[in-house]
């Protein structure tokens, strides 16, 4: 009776370890099939992290004013984050999207980024377009510890752990510009025409001061349109009386449809005025109309018909995702690098915990071969990028007239 009871115990207890090593089996095929460390080794503080994915967050405004600006931006944020999962994702992990609408409204930016760092634990965070909602959107990055990958030429005078900035600043984009234009154009005498916010009011204050100070030149009018406005009349007819050398611009968002027919039609065109507009890519120029803006420039690090072998790949792929007419523009192009860039920076940090990323992106050896061209984050988390003066043609594509030499970052110049 014992020998029984004994061998039907060790049958259990055979049949015990065989599941058990199947188990384990599948657990270690499981970790294999992911690719990558386990998570408690590359997420230690909560994030949405498992062994097989890592959820991130797209914030942009899908509907209001903005929309017009921000579609390229998310849909290339998009593009980015499926070639990186076809490539295995980052840390043997797909990437997941969580996408929140900003909708052109900066309390809700800063709502829905609460949501995603707090409800959703994304990893990162990429979004935002206006220099107001980054600035709604700052706070709660700062509190939570988040990451943010911020793609839209600004301002400067800003620098955060919690922002990673692929666009360029102002010393970059604006005093490059204005450099360009006073030489090429002699250009002596400018009215500056903005939205009413942050970003216009920040980067005329900078341009009037460069300007005067700089380029020993005049700025004979200065004007700002609430956002979203659509009527221009007045400022038309002042810059009619002024005869500036150059109307210098950052109009944004669907009010520039409005802003560039209404000049056309009075007679104000590239054939006679010198335009120089710091917010206008290929994604506006769809709503705008080439036929609008014929003649007229604009001071970007990137346009859709940069001649290169990379960005040809670039828009190969771009329109075969979203569509043959779909525009690209430089906050579009700058926006795909984010997902690139972060993924360097966590591979090379072995973790997606926000303060060993951001060490790893302060290192100042990651560079990536963008459409644009090579470009280098540098430890103030801005990009040491080149600037470009393209020429808009009656198609909405711009002919590039200017490259620059590499500028490297400086978001807070002296005497500004």
Same mark, same amino acid.
């Given at each position: ?48 992290? *498992?062994?097989?994915?890592?959820? &991130? ?30 490539? @295995?994702? &980052? ?22 980024? /609460? ?6 634990? &994304? ?11 980054? /600035? ?17 030429? !600004? ?11 692929? +666009? ?8 490059? @510009? ?18 009413? !916010? ?11 001061? !460069? ?5 020993? +030149? ?10 979203? #406005? ?27 449809? #409005?802003?560039?027919?209404?000049? /056309?039609?009075? @007679? =104000? ?11 206008? *890519? ?5 709503? =705008? ?7 007229? !420039? ?14 040809? /790949? ?13 525009? =690209?523009?430089? &906050? ?33 050896? =990651? ?36 490259? #620059? ?12």
């Amino acid at each position: 009776m014992k020998q029984k009871q004994f061998a039907i115990e060790s049958k259990t207890s055979r049949r015990m370890l065989t599941a058990l090593s199947a188990a384990m089996l599948l657990a270690l095929a499981g970790s294999a099939s992911a690719g990558g460390p386990p998570t408690a080794k590359v997420d230690a503080t909560g994030l949405a992290v *498992t062994d097989t994915d890592v959820t &991130v967050g797209i914030l942009h405004s899908s509907t209001g004013t903005m929309a017009i600006s921000e579609t390229g931006a998310q849909e290339a944020e998009k593009l980015a984050i499926s070639q990186i999962n076809a490539m @295995g994702g &980052v840390l043997g992990r797909k990437i997941k999207i969580v996408q929140e609408d900003g909708a052109s409204d900066w309390p809700t930016f800063a709502e829905k980024a /609460k949501k995603l760092l707090e409800e959703n634990h &994304v990893a990162a965070i990429f979004g935002c377009w206006t220099s107001a909602s980054r /600035k709604a959107v700052l706070p709660v990055l700062e509190r939570d510890n988040g990451l943010l990958y911020y793609p839209t030429f !600004y301002e400067g005078l800003e620098q955060s752990k919690n922002v990673v900035y692929t +666009g360029q600043e102002a010393t970059q984009q604006v005093f490059a @510009g204005l450099d360009w234009v006073a030489k090429t154009k002699h250009a002596k005498t400018f009215y500056l025409i903005g939205s009413d !916010y942050i970003w216009p009011r920040t980067t005329m204050k900078l341009a009037r001061e !460069y300007i005067t100070r700089v380029l020993h +030149g005049t700025v004979v009018g200065e004007e700002y349109a609430a956002l979203g #406005s659509t009527d221009f009349g007045s400022t038309i007819n002042k810059i009619r009386l002024k005869h500036p050398d150059v109307i210098y611009a950052a109009v944004v968002g669907g009010s520039n449809v #409005s802003w560039f027919k209404q000049l /056309k039609a009075a @007679g =104000i065109t590239g054939k006679s005025q010198t335009l120089l507009t710091l917010s206008v *890519t290929e994604d506006e120029a769809k709503g =705008i109309g080439g036929e609008n803006l014929v003649g007229f !420039y604009s001071a970007m690090k990137y346009f859709e018909s940069l001649n290169t072998p990379e960005n040809q /790949k670039f828009v190969k792929d771009f329109h075969a995702m979203w569509g043959p007419t779909a525009p =690209i523009g430089d &906050v579009t192009q700058a926006a795909y690098e984010g997902p690139w860039l972060w993924k360097m920076a966590v591979e090379k940090a072995g973790s997606f915990d926000t303060d060993k990323v951001v060490k790893a992106e302060e290192s100042g050896t =990651i560079s990536f071969d963008a459409p644009e061209g090579m470009i280098y984050l540098e430890p103030n988390h801005h990009l040491k990028t080149r600037l470009r003066i393209g020429e808009w043609r009656p198609d909405g594509q711009a002919d590039i007239v200017y490259t #620059s030499p590499y500028i490297m970052p400086n978001p807070f110049p002296k005497g500004y």
